[in-house]
């Protein structure tokens, strides 16, 4: 009788972190904060709404500390030009340059083939976690970008 009440005790606990981390709407994926660094950037580099998306799945995937934060340049202290700032803005619209810049350059609409260039060593793992971001942060906004666009403008980094 012991091992059933542990049993459904284990099991209570583990359906309410699930619920909770799949059903929360008040813990965004993406803090606002985050959201109009994204637009800025992908309006600045004339990223279409799918590949908006697509940036933000990228930056919550990778999700970095500060000069990470889009998985850019491989391991810190590796010399990548995108590694050069460490402080949370300036760091974050330098990697999201780097990720839009990429995304504009390589993205031709088929994400597993855009997965083997963005992370080569491990590409059906990435393109299934930002496929699925995708998914949770078009849904978790109801199919449209938070926020408002805003207008281009020169980011002094």
Request: charged letters at 25%; one cysteine or more.
């Amino acid at each position: 009788m012991k091992t059933l009440k542990y049993i459904l005790l284990v099991f209570i606990a583990l359906f309410s972190c699930i619920r909770v981390s799949f059903c929360d709407t008040s813990n965004p994926l993406l803090p606002e904060r985050e959201w109009k660094m994204i637009r800025q950037i992908a309006v600045n580099y004339n990223l279409d709404e799918e590949r908006t998306w697509l940036l933000a799945a990228i930056r919550r995937h990778e999700n970095g500390r500060p000069g990470l934060e889009f998985g850019i340049g491989g391991p810190m202290n590796s010399g990548h030009r995108a590694h050069r700032y460490q402080d949370g803005t300036k760091s974050f619209y330098v990697q999201g340059m780097w990720a839009a810049g990429t995304i504009k350059r390589r993205y031709k609409g088929d994400l597993y083939e855009f997965a083997k260039r963005y992370n080569p060593p491990a590409p059906m793992k990435w393109y299934k976690g930002v496929s699925s971001l995708i998914k949770r942060l078009k849904k978790e906004n109801n199919n449209k970008l938070p926020g408002v666009k805003p207008a281009k403008k020169k980011l002094n980094l």
